[in-house]
Structures are given as C-alpha cells and as structure tokens.
C-alpha cells in the first residue's frame, strides 16, 4: 500500500522565492497534518485538517504560509516569500479517524533550504 | 509550559541489553494518548507505540514497551535486546482530546546510540 507521498523531497531555493509543498496522503484517512522539523525548535504542527476542513492553524508562523487542502487525497503547504529562516524539513501525516490508536502515518518529508 | 518533556541527553546502551527512554507529559485533560516514534537518520518517522490514559495495562509492541505511570505523569518507552539498528531519535508525543482526528504534540527527542 502505498505511504503518505510528499514533493519535492528537496527544495533548494532562494529568499523571497514562492515555495510550493505537496502531500498526498493514504487513501481513506481523513485527517491531515503538516509539521515543521528542525534542530532548534523540534517537531512544530503547523496545521492540521480534518474532512479537508482546517481545523487548527494556530501553528502557521505568520501570514507568508498558507495551506489548502482542496480534496481528500491532495494538500499543498505555500510559503511565499521564503525566509531563510523557513529552512526546515516539512513533513505531513495522515490519520485514519476509525482507528483505536489514531496514530499519524508520516510522509518522507520535504526538506527545504532557503539561501 | 511544555506539554511533553524528554529530557535526557544523548544514551547509549551496549547491544543487546535494555534501556529506558525517559518521557513526562503534563495535562488536565482525562482522556488522551501517549505515542513514541523512531526517528533513523535516514529521517523518516516510524510509529513505535502507542498508550491510552484509560489502559489497564502497559502496552507492548515487540521489543517495546510502555512503562505507564499515570500519578507520575510518565510514559517511558523501555526497548528490550537493544539492536544496532535501534541507534536513532525517539520522540514521545501526546493527543489531548478524545478520538482520533486531533494532533499530536512532541517531545524534543531522545538520541539513542546502540554500541556493539
């Protein structure tokens, strides 16, 4: 079965550049979430869905993100314009809302460089 | 005030033996979980365990298991017959509200370096 599919993998770009994140996640959850991972601050939810409905974006750092989840199996992370402070590895995870545990199920992640 | 506390420097453990990776969470909420993932340097996040605050028991996956202590607040993640491949980051993480579609918080990490 096929895992929560992210893209790029990697981003190199430069600052004030826009910044587009994708995810697909596994086919049936219902839930959705992007965190931010990076050394100083840790693992950071930015925001989750639930139903392709955002539900809390409490954790998106300022007005530069933005996050869309137009359809069950699509949700795109927008950073415009890059910071090099936005240098981080995004990652998103899926949930299926039936299950006892709930646990995310992770992507790869994207990793992105702001120069 | 965090919600989820790892606190431990970088372990090491020799292989084959067990070792305990520390976690304390703080909340009010009666009914939450308690989660623990694996995170290799290849960067991929890979569930481990995972613990309700209504279990009788301590949850056992494998070579895992959760020390659960409610009082204390605690969830330690115990990892018996270290393996090499077990070196990675551990990261506990809690979901405060009941069911399934809410986030989960994370602790900063565990760094765990099986020597052989």
């Known amino acids: 079965d096929a895992g929560v599919i992210q893209s790029p993998r990697h981003e190199v770009t430069e600052m004030g550049q826009e910044v587009t994140l994708r995810c697909k996640p596994i086919s049936g959850h219902n839930s959705l979430f992007w965190y931010r991972q990076t050394m100083m601050r840790g693992l950071e939810l930015l925001i989750y869905f639930n139903n392709n409905v955002p539900i809390d974006d409490s954790g998106m750092p300022e007005d530069r993100f933005s996050a869309k989840m137009p359809n069950a199996s699509f949700s795109t992370l927008k950073i415009q314009p890059s910071e090099p402070r936005d240098s981080a590895v995004y990652f998103c995870?899926?949930?299926?809302?039936?299950?006892?545990?709930?646990?995310?199920?992770f992507g790869e992640g994207s990793r992105l460089t702001v120069l | 005030a965090q919600k989820i506390t790892q606190t431990q420097p970088g372990m090491f453990v020799q292989e084959k033996e067990a070792v305990t990776l520390d976690c304390t969470y703080d909340?009010?909420?009666?009914?939450?979980?308690l989660f623990w993932y694996k995170q290799p340097s290849s960067g991929e996040m890979i569930f481990l365990i995972y613990q309700g605050s209504y279990d009788q028991q301590n949850a056992t996956e494998g070579r895992y298991s959760l020390n659960f202590q409610k009082a204390r607040k605690s969830a330690n993640l115990v990892i018996s017959a270290s393996q090499l491949g077990d070196s990675a980051m551990y990261f506990c993480a809690m979901r405060e509200v009941a069911g399934a579609n809410s986030k989960l918080t994370f602790g900063k990490g565990i760094t765990l370096s099986v020597r052989p």
């Open positions: 995870a899926s949930s299926l809302g039936q299950t006892n545990t709930g646990e995310l199920f």
């Open positions: 909340t009010s909420d009666p009914s939450y979980g």
